[in-house]
């Protein structure tokens, strides 16, 4: 599904659209990692699943999805699952929570392109996936600022109703994961150079927390170290909706993780 953002002028332009819009659905059941399960109109239909891992904790049979159908007439699901809804039954506006990790790198190459981004950086070039010492980075802007996104989806950040159900929280490993990308981002730099870890959410997170790690002294110098070489870590947030996405918050991180 190939994404636009509106003509420059356009009174929409800050929107990156959908080729077309998305079709509500309800979620059946989630068999395995690939597939969910949803009712379109009546009808069960197995859809692809675009990310393997957990989505929060919660149990997704019976919330709110929205669906993009799939232009391939090979592929055996005809749709893949983009967002999902916590919010009570019969919202007449729900909220959405995107799950689609790799779009989500779109959304962001778009809004670099678009210049939606100004706060994090004023792109003028963007190269997509660049070497950066031993990594693949997702994008090269300016040729001299480097930008790697993660979407984490598993601690999802939002309040949970009662009518949700939700599983155990697993330890959590998001944070550790991402102190590793700016160790490595950070060892990496030359000088002159700067790096951007981009924590995206396809979801209106006010702000993202940090959780505490056993290791957090060695974490908070390892950061330190990466911060001082030129790394920052900033957060976007995405809000979707059926007809696209809009950008809703943009702001630096990097006091978090090293204060």
């Known amino acids: ?33 690939f597939i969910i399960d949803v009712d379109i109109e009546g009808k069960p239909v197995a859809c692809h699943c675009p990310t393997t891992g957990r989505i929060g904790n919660l149990v997704v049979d019976g919330v709110p999805c929205l669906l993009s159908r799939s232009r391939s007439s090979t592929r055996k699901t005809p749709y893949t699952v983009e967002a999902l809804s916590v919010d009570p039954p019969g919202t007449p506006r729900p909220a959405w ?31 997509r996936e660049v070497r950066l010492g031993g990594s693949r980075l997702d994008f ?30 697993p330890p959590l490993a998001s944070t550790d994961r991402l102190v590793k990308h700016i160790g490595e981002l950070g060892r990496s730099l030359e000088a002159h150079e700067r790096a951007i870890l981009l924590v995206c959410f396809l979801y ?30 900033w957060q976007v947030n995405f809000e979707l909706d059926r007809t696209g996405v809009r950008v809703s918050r943009q702001h630096e991180l990097t006091p978090q993780f090293v204060g």
């Open 204 to 233: 209106d997170n006010p702000g993202f927390r940090v959780q505490q790690s056993s290791r957090h002294a060695d974490v908070r110098a390892q950061v330190s170290q990466a911060v001082h070489r030129g790394v920052e870590i």
């Open 1 to 33: 599904m190939a994404d636009t953002a509106a003509a420059p002028g356009d009174e929409r332009d800050d929107k990156i659209y959908f080729p077309e819009p998305l079709t509500q659905a309800v979620v059946i059941r989630r068999p395995n990692r």
């Open 140 to 169: 090269l802007v300016n040729s001299d600022t480097y930008v790697e996104v993660k979407t984490p989806l598993d601690n999802l950040q939002v309040t949970l109703g009662e009518h949700v159900r939700t599983r155990p929280r």
């Open 97 to 127: 929570i995107g799950i689609n990790q790799t779009a989500a790198n779109r959304y962001v190459e778009q809004a670099l392109r678009s210049g939606l981004l100004p706060q994090i950086v004023t792109a003028e070039s963007v190269q």
